[in-house]
């Protein structure tokens, strides 16, 4: 049940990313962003944690997840921390996919090429 | 002014005429596949946290996004994500392997031009916009925190 | 006046066309003299891949010409990257003098009216015409990195892999180059980088009303009206754009970029940049005007002279296409 859950709420955030694409002709970039400010939005307003809590993955794994770990972590660290948690937080909440992704990045493109269509 | 009014005629004489194409079969095809990715996702999670059940839960939501952008990126390296994304659209643009295929895509795409020149300055070219908007949203969200707080 | 008549009649004495593996598999396929087996070519680079078939076009022209690299007095030449540089690394190959062209996917029309007008002035005798342009060079310069998961919009079109190159003799034999008729800048203020058919078709249209006004020639007047890679719906708005003006474009009329790839090939609007063009003409047109199947023709190739910088910038983009009439030898 779980899955079906994280599957229809999942399949619909991206569903929702190809209505973008052809009503307004913007490229991935701009997709992306949308979403991320999206995240952020839903994490500073308290909505993503009981959304997460039902959708799991669904929610998460969508980019939306990623710019409300930049927005939980930034609001957790102004709390421990002070004004110093705003510049720090959201980073240190992301530092591992953002990592991950430049670091396989880069590991691949020393041994792989783009290959034509 | 009489060029401009030519203009937006033929501008608007080109958007009627501009072939329609279906729109369900790739908003069907964006949802099931953007919906598989994220059952991936609730997948190696679940499975993270039955083999190792002391790890907490943030840990194992770090290892299942890692899990994902290694995925896409290793796709992305054998050229199969661009078909991907050409068949699901957003449904491989939206979740975090969009986001990872968008740094590995022009890294690899550049290497030619040098490691540094080209790899590492081209990097971001996709997902620069994507980093730098999370980034100062996010330091927003945090000031703003910061003077309620205050108050 | 933007057309001019050349007296001396210069003749396209041989013409070299090269492709990649998917254009081959095209409807033009098999009037191309090599075909690739990949788009690499061997090479280590998609550029140099592309330098690689332009060297290989002239050297394939200058042999069915039966000529040496020395006997050519100057190599026009263009293509779609920053700066030319296709056609400059070629040039430094061949050792000859050499004008680099840039009139975007215009630029096969572009050298041979330059060339012809060079050799009818009695400057020159032989002229090699060159241009081309290459999938992956040209995806990575203007759009976006090859393994970038994103789909292709209805409105765009395929740049196509292919080189052609012409010799453009005083003497010998062979289909002539008979007018020409220089075209205008023209926008009409299109900024959808992905629709370049409709930021062109009015050049072609400017072009072509000229050329019918001052020649007081109909269409019909032709066997066959082709122009370069306006594609499906920059062909489709070109007829539209004529028949407002009173010019009816009848059956002789065809697009190369739209008649490029098979319909199974998924190119959306149909091919475009310089080597659809150069390889229709060194390939098939020449083929068929030398074996007589076509008398008089009007090869209209059309450039969208976009730039990144610009339409970052917020700007249209604007169209040049140039028309040359040429006929089958004698």
């Known amino acids: 049940m779980q899955y079906l859950w994280v599957f229809l709420i999942g399949g619909l955030v991206c569903m929702l990313g190809e209505v973008l694409i052809i009503t307004t002709k913007i490229t991935s970039a701009r997709i992306l962003v949308c979403f991320v400010l999206i995240g952020v939005v839903l994490q500073a307003v308290n909505l993503f ?20 770990s930049l927005a939980k972590g930034a609001i957790g660290a102004v709390k421990s921390y002070g004004l110093i948690g705003a510049f720090t937080g959201g980073l240190q909440a992301t530092a591992g996919g953002i990592a991950a992704a430049i670091a396989f990045a880069f590991i691949f493109s020393l041994i792989c090429k783009s290959k034509t269509k | 002014m009489k060029n401009q009014q030519i203009n937006q005629k033929y501008n608007r004489y080109v958007e009627a005429r501009i072939p329609k194409t279906k729109a369900w079969p790739s908003l069907f095809n964006s949802f099931w596949v953007g919906g598989v990715i994220c059952l991936i996702g609730q997948g190696i999670n679940d499975a993270l946290l039955y083999i190792f059940p ?37 449904g491989s643009i939206v979740p975090i392997t969009g986001f990872s295929n968008s740094i590995s895509s022009p890294a ?9 020149y080209g790899t590492c300055v081209k990097m971001f070219t996709v997902a620069g916009p994507v980093i730098v908007c999370g980034v100062v949203a996010s330091v927003v969200v945090g000031l703003i925190y910061y003077i309620a707080g205050l108050i | 006046m933007q057309t001019i008549e050349f007296k001396r009649r210069p003749k396209i004495i041989a013409g070299y066309t090269i492709a990649g593996p998917k254009e081959g598999q095209g409807n033009f396929g098999k009037y191309f003299d090599y075909v690739m087996h990949d788009d690499i070519f061997g090479e280590k680079t998609y550029e140099m891949a592309e330098r690689k078939m332009f060297e290989q076009a002239v050297t394939g022209a200058l042999q069915k010409a039966g000529l040496k690299s020395a006997d050519i007095n100057l190599l026009l030449a263009g293509d779609l990257l920053n700066q030319i540089i296709s056609s400059s690394y070629t040039a430094r190959a061949f050792n000859m003098p050499y004008l680099g062209m840039f009139g975007a996917c215009s630029t096969m029309a572009e050298s041979l009216a330059a060339g012809a007008t060079l050799i009818d002035g009695g400057y020159f005798e032989n002229v090699v015409c060159l241009t081309g342009s ?7 310069q203007f759009r976006f990195p090859l393994e970038l998961g994103n789909q292709r919009v209805p409105t765009s079109q395929w740049t196509a892999t292919a080189a052609g190159a012409a010799v453009l003799s005083l003497h010998g034999k062979g289909a002539s180059v008979c007018m020409a008729t220089y075209g205008r800048v023209i926008d009409y203020g299109v900024t959808d980088v992905n629709n370049m058919g409709a930021a062109m078709a009015p050049s072609a249209a ?50 190369c970029g739209h008649c490029y790839y098979s319909r199974r090939q998924d190119t959306m609007c149909g091919a475009s940049g310089c080597g659809v063009s150069a390889s229709v003409l060194n390939g098939y047109i020449l083929n068929k005007l030398n074996k007589g199947e076509y008398r008089k023709v009007l090869f209209v190739p059309t450039g969208a002279l976009m730039s990144t910088t610009a339409s970052g910038q917020g700007e249209s983009i604007p169209g040049v296409s140039h028309a040359i009439v040429i006929e089958a030898g004698e």
């Open chain 1, 49 to 68: 944690e009981p959304l997460c809590a039902f959708a799991k993955a669904g929610i998460n794994v969508p980019i939306i997840g990623f710019g409300a």
């Open chain 2, 54 to 90: 002391s790890m907490a839960e943030q840990t194992a939501w770090a290892w299942t996004l890692i899990a994902l952008i290694f995925i896409a990126s290793f796709l992305t390296a054998l050229g199969v994500y661009d078909k991907i994304g050409k068949f699901a659209g957003g």
């Open chain 2, 108 to 116: 690899i795409e550049f290497k030619h031009e040098g490691i540094i």
């Open chain 3, 134 to 140: 290459h999938f992956s060079t040209a995806e990575r």
């Open chain 3, 206 to 255: 400017d072009t072509l009303i000229n050329h019918f006004e001052e020649t007081g020639r109909k269409p019909s007047y032709y066997d066959l009206i082709v122009t370069g890679d306006l594609g499906k719906l920059g062909s489709d708005i070109l007829i539209d754009l004529l028949e407002e003006k009173g010019i009816k474009l009848g059956a002789n009329y065809c697009d």
